[in-house]
């Protein structure tokens, strides 16, 4: 059975300090919906994830991300029916384990969120301190600037909708589940191995050991060009962004997947890196 969680609503409470508010979200709200909310409020924190489809309460499952900004960042705790105890409890960040693109939900934890409640910062209308470098080149800016809530938002649509990642009618690279591949993480020992030309960034959680790579690149760079598709297959890798894999029409999930296990073939093939599915794939 799937159940789908429709409830709406928006609530504001006193935060941690004077220039906190937390804000409890029903789950079934629009993500997009309720960044644009906390805009209009001037509310910092999560204007980097502008254009992320889908809702609220799906959000901490994977922890969304982008653009220097995470749901974990603003986290306070979420309501949460538990399909094994069928008991109500309330779990906080430590509870949920958040990693990159993860959760204990996303790891096997059964149930249903009700209701997400987020800490976000008021800096007079100006957004948090920028942390990802596209933003920051799109403004002239430095990392760390900050800048005006709503410009910041609308670069990151523009942003997203120049890669087919915003949902649009007139978009038919926009008919995907967005980044199909999450960035690997490898140890530095192993990114040495690599082209120097590679994309990478530093993983400071882990101490420097670690850095992430760019899934995106790494299938371009095995031979897997944008509008790629298997002969015969309605489904095709994005004409703009190679990270995505979009439906061109009445493809199959099973032409999806064969897709996905063909471009993780080619990069495990030429860079020794099995690229990791970020939808969870339910049945097969």
Request: glycine share 10%; charged share 20%; aromatic share 8%.
């Given at each position: 059975?799937?159940?789908?969680?429709?409830?709406?609503?928006?609530?504001?409470?006193?935060?941690?300090?004077?220039?906190?508010?937390?804000?409890?979200?029903?789950?079934?709200?629009?993500?997009?919906d309720f960044v644009d909310h906390a805009i209009e409020h001037g509310l910092a924190g999560v204007e980097g994830m502008a254009?992320?489809?889908?809702?609220?309460?799906?959000?901490?499952?994977?922890?969304?991300?982008?653009?220097?900004?995470?749901?974990?960042?603003?986290?306070?705790?979420?309501?949460?029916?538990?399909?094994?105890?069928?008991?109500?409890?309330?779990?906080?960040?430590?509870?949920?384990?958040?990693?990159?693109?993860?959760?204990?939900?996303?790891?096997?934890?059964?149930?249903?969120?009700?209701?997400?409640?987020?800490?976000?910062?008021?800096?007079?209308?100006?957004?948090?301190?920028?942390?990802?470098?596209?933003?920051?080149?799109?403004?002239?800016?430095?990392?760390?600037?900050?800048?005006?809530?709503?410009?910041?938002?609308?670069?990151?649509?523009?942003?997203?909708?120049?890669?087919?990642?915003?949902?649009?009618?007139?978009?038919?690279?926009?008919?995907?589940?967005?980044?199909?591949?999450?960035?690997?993480?490898?140890?530095?020992?192993?990114a040495r191995t690599l082209p120097e030309v590679s994309p990478r960034w530093e993983t400071l959680e882990d101490d420097g050991l670690t850095v992430k790579l760019s899934a995106a690149w790494l299938i371009e760079n095995s031979g897997i060009?944008?509008?790629?598709?298997?002969?015969?297959?309605?489904?095709?890798?994005?004409?703009?962004?190679?990270?995505?894999?979009?439906?061109?029409?009445?493809?199959?999930?099973?032409?999806?997947?064969?897709?996905?296990?063909?471009?993780?073939?080619?990069?495990?093939?030429?860079?020794?890196?099995?690229?990791?599915?970020?939808?969870?794939?339910?049945?097969?």
């Amino acid at each position: 059975h799937v159940i789908k969680v429709e409830t709406k609503g928006i609530e504001s409470f006193k935060g941690s300090a004077e220039n906190k508010t937390v804000l409890r979200i029903q789950a079934g709200e629009n993500w997009d919906d309720f960044v644009d909310h906390a805009i209009e409020h001037g509310l910092a924190g999560v204007e980097g994830m502008a254009g992320i489809p889908g809702t609220v309460g799906a959000g901490p499952v994977q922890n969304i991300g982008a653009y220097g900004q995470e749901l974990s960042d603003t986290f306070v705790r979420l309501e949460f029916v538990d399909y094994e105890t069928h008991e109500i409890v309330i779990l906080d960040k430590a509870d949920l384990a958040f990693g990159y693109r993860d959760s204990v939900i996303n790891r096997g934890r059964t149930g249903l969120i009700t209701w997400v409640e987020l800490e976000l910062e008021h800096f007079g209308g100006l957004s948090a301190p920028i942390s990802s470098g596209q933003i920051a080149g799109a403004f002239g800016a430095q990392m760390g600037d900050q800048l005006p809530l709503r410009e910041v938002a609308d670069s990151v649509k523009k942003m997203r909708a120049t890669k087919g990642m915003l949902l649009s009618d007139n978009d038919p690279d926009s008919v995907s589940c967005g980044s199909f591949f999450t960035n690997p993480i490898v140890s530095h020992t192993f990114a040495r191995t690599l082209p120097e030309v590679s994309p990478r960034w530093e993983t400071l959680e882990d101490d420097g050991l670690t850095v992430k790579l760019s899934a995106a690149w790494l299938i371009e760079n095995s031979g897997i060009n944008k509008g790629f598709s298997l002969p015969g297959s309605k489904a095709a890798i994005s004409s703009k962004h190679c990270l995505a894999i979009t439906n061109r029409g009445g493809a199959t999930a099973k032409e999806i997947l064969q897709l996905a296990n063909y471009v993780q073939l080619q990069v495990s093939n030429r860079f020794g890196i099995t690229l990791v599915p970020e939808p969870n794939l339910i049945s097969f």
